[in-house]
């Protein structure tokens, strides 16, 4: 590397400090975690996050649903797949044509009981092992970059 470049030795380790990248990287882990511990059940977490986040809202649309998790509505279609075609949720128009309403089956709300236990035993080994406090911080800290992602976003968008 020439003492002339801009990627000099300070800005290489500014770089490996990056907010994106270490929010990767713990979500890589933590989503390997989850979906080890989720196995039995054959869930991934993203796929049990997203059967809660459909029985806490009823029947969204998929704008809602999209929206309820900080998600495209493309990447939204390619999580949903897999899980309709196990019948755990059901995709229908709705009153609009262009509409669709997203539903968890009877198939869908077995599974999500199936998985919950799983879950909950994950959850509790990451809050023991990080300490209540820790772990809330944790919440508060992501749920403050999410809302200060989002203004970004808006402002930039």
């Given at each position: 590397m020439h003492s002339h470049s801009p990627l000099n030795l300070s800005r290489l380790t500014a770089a490996a400090n990056c907010t994106c990248f270490?929010?990767?990287?713990?979500?890589?882990?933590?989503?390997?975690?989850f979906d080890e511990k989720l196995q039995p059940?054959?869930?991934?977490?993203?796929q049990f996050t997203l059967l809660v986040a459909l029985e806490q809202a009823g029947s969204p649309t998929m704008k809602t649903l999209a929206q309820i998790l900080v998600m495209d509505r493309t990447t939204l279609t390619r999580n949903l797949k897999p899980l309709l075609r196990q019948g755990l949720i059901s995709v229908e128009s709705g009153q609009d044509q262009r509409e669709r309403i997203v539903?968890?089956?009877?198939?869908?709300?077995?599974?999500?009981?199936?998985?919950?236990?799983?879950?909950e035993e994950a959850q509790q080994q990451v809050i023991e092992?990080?300490?209540?406090?820790?772990?809330?911080?944790?919440?508060?800290?992501?749920?403050?970059?999410?809302?200060l992602m989002q203004r970004n976003v808006e402002i930039g968008g």
């Open positions: 270490n929010l990767r990287k713990a979500t890589r882990v933590v989503t390997q975690f059940s054959g869930l991934l977490v993203n539903t968890l089956t009877a198939a869908g709300q077995v599974a999500l009981a199936k998985a919950f236990p799983l879950w092992g990080l300490g209540k406090e820790q772990w809330q911080t944790l919440l508060s800290v992501l749920a403050s970059t999410v809302s």
